[in-house]
């Protein structure tokens, strides 16, 4: 059974003040054009995945690290306090499947695997932060690089 | 994609994938490359069977048929390993930077 996180996370936090789930009536919609064959997508994760010596990320924070899409494996970090980050560290495909999008561009399942992908940390308490300060500057990257859809993998 | 059935219900992206593994694997377990290719593959074929807004798209890996236990343990008291102290993590931020700064 898929496991029912909200009141996991309460009683994980039960000695803080009551978190105020984000809660949407109204649900975006884009109609997909083309097929995703011939999309150009970029691949982002909440994972916490920095490359090189991009500076680590810390709590409640809004920023975001550009990844290039050649990097290879030795070059991956992660830096995260909500999940346990091993498995990740080892491969960081789990959370970042950048490699796996690089094969299926050049198997043309997609179109165009854009040009840096992004990360951030997940680990943010407040939603109007990621509402007014870090999903702007995302979408501004993806109109910038005439993304066409995007993929997002949480941790 | 989602790890929290739940939370993606009340956000209502457009479009989600779901694997009902346990949070940080949600393309898989590390290395094992065919697996996270089953995964991606699946996602990017949901941007063209999704057609519902805000439908999401269950998959049907299993982390692991015989020991179901990490579905009781994950994001629980506990469940995640201790962490280093803020002095060793220093020191391996430093290095890791310094590794790159060097060249």
Redesign the interface.
């Known amino acids: 059974?898929?496991?029912?996180?909200?009141p996991?996370?309460r009683?994980?936090y039960r000695d803080y003040a009551h978190y105020r789930?984000?809660?949407?009536?109204?649900?975006?919609?884009?109609p997909?054009t083309k097929?995703?064959a011939r999309?150009k997508l970029a691949l982002m994760t909440s994972?916490g995945i920095l490359y090189?010596?991009q500076?680590?990320f810390h709590r409640e924070d809004a920023s975001y690290r550009r990844i290039p899409k050649d990097a290879q494996p030795p070059d991956l970090?992660v830096w995260h306090?909500?999940?346990?980050?091993?498995?990740?560290e080892?491969?960081a495909?789990?959370?970042?499947?950048l490699?796996?999008?690089r094969?299926?561009e050049a198997a043309r399942?997609?179109g165009e695997l854009s040009d840096p992908a992004f990360s951030f940390m997940g680990g943010i308490y407040s939603a109007r932060k990621v509402r007014e300060e870090l999903a702007p500057k995302i979408v501004g990257e993806l109109r910038s690089a005439n993304v066409e859809?995007f993929?997002?993998?949480?941790? | 994609m989602t790890s929290a059935l739940d939370i993606t219900r009340a956000v209502k992206p457009p479009r989600a994938v779901f694997v009902n593994f346990p949070l940080g694997h949600q393309t898989g377990k590390p290395h094992q490359p065919e697996l996270q290719r089953q995964i991606v593959r699946d996602a990017m074929r949901a941007f063209e069977t999704i057609t519902r807004p805000g439908e999401i798209v269950e998959l049907p890996y299993v982390w692991d048929p015989n020991d179901r236990t990490w579905e009781e343990t994950d994001y629980t008291a506990g469940f995640m390993p201790a962490r280093p102290a803020r002095e060793a993590a220093d020191q391996t931020e430093a290095a890791r930077i310094a590794k790159y700064r060097q060249r």
């Open positions: 059974m898929p496991i029912d996180y909200i996991r996370t009683e994980l789930w984000v809660v949407n009536e109204a649900i975006p919609w884009t997909l097929p995703i999309c994972g090189r010596d500076p680590r970090y306090f909500g999940y346990p980050t091993a498995d990740a080892a491969d495909n789990c959370v970042f499947p490699e796996r999008m094969e299926l399942v997609i859809a993929y997002l993998v949480p941790a």
